[in-house]
């Protein structure tokens, strides 16, 4: 199974960009490169994903390197609610499903 | 966005007794869903993939008899933890899967601690 590989912490002031790096370097062509970010005590919550082009939405940006083999989650502005552990994932069909592949995840703190 | 909901949020029990974990997709249907167990400050493990109709499909080392998965509907799943021990305390969390965005919903998890 193709892995990450993220910082295992990172720091940020509120209202700075945050770039969070992602490493995917055996990542397959049918591979999606998913973002989700988990709060304490509570369920992942989708962020972002993109297959090979850059992607925006209300949330972030992602940034996809053109050999795909490393990704950059964009928070344009941090705030103080961005504070979670961030999972960069790939996705591949098992079957018919999608299995996500889960990594250990950055843990971002945002100071005010 | 799709809304993912479990119940209950937190549960404590006696060991040797069976608890059971329930997922619901609120404002859609999920043909596929996914149960996660995860411990403190680890990543999520994948348990088992539940198709509605049909078997689920577990993990390599979870046990299909301790960890009972019913998607009878198209919008709910249910986890029972059988004969619960200790070591089966943990942080449960389900997942919808929604195939025309290719991304999974997660609900907000269950806390299960067995005395």
């Known amino acids: 199974d193709a892995k990450t590989t993220q910082p295992n912490s990172m720091e940020s002031n509120e209202e700075e960009p945050v770039h969070l790096p992602c490493n995917h370097s055996t990542i397959s062509g049918t591979d999606y490169i998913h973002w989700y970010r988990q709060l304490p005590s509570q369920g992942p919550e989708y962020v972002i994903h993109?297959?090979?082009?850059?992607v925006n939405n209300r949330m972030a940006s992602l940034a996809i390197a053109e050999d795909r083999k490393s990704s950059t989650l964009i928070l344009h502005r941090a705030t103080l609610r961005d504070a979670a552990v961030y999972y960069c994932?790939?996705?591949?069909?098992?079957?018919?499903?999608?299995?996500?592949?889960w990594g250990l995840g950055t843990s971002l703190a945002v100071n005010p | 966005g799709a809304v993912v909901s479990q119940h209950p949020s937190r549960v404590i029990c006696k060991s040797g007794t069976s608890v059971k974990i329930e997922c619901r997709s609120l404002d859609f249907q999920a043909t596929t869903m996914f149960w996660y167990r995860q411990f403190p400050k680890q990543s999520l493990m994948l348990m088992a993939t539940s198709n509605e109709g049909s078997k689920a499909t577990y993990e390599q080392g979870v046990e299909k008899d301790k960890f009972l998965i019913n998607h009878a509907s198209l919008t709910l799943s249910t986890l029972t933890v059988t004969s619960a021990h200790p070591e089966d305390s943990s942080f449960y969390i389900c997942s919808a899967f929604v195939r025309t965005t290719d991304t999974q919903y997660f609900g907000p998890g269950t806390r299960l601690t067995v005395l």
């Open positions: 994932i790939l996705t591949r069909y098992a079957g018919n499903n999608r299995k996500l592949i």
């Open positions: 993109g297959l090979t082009s850059n």
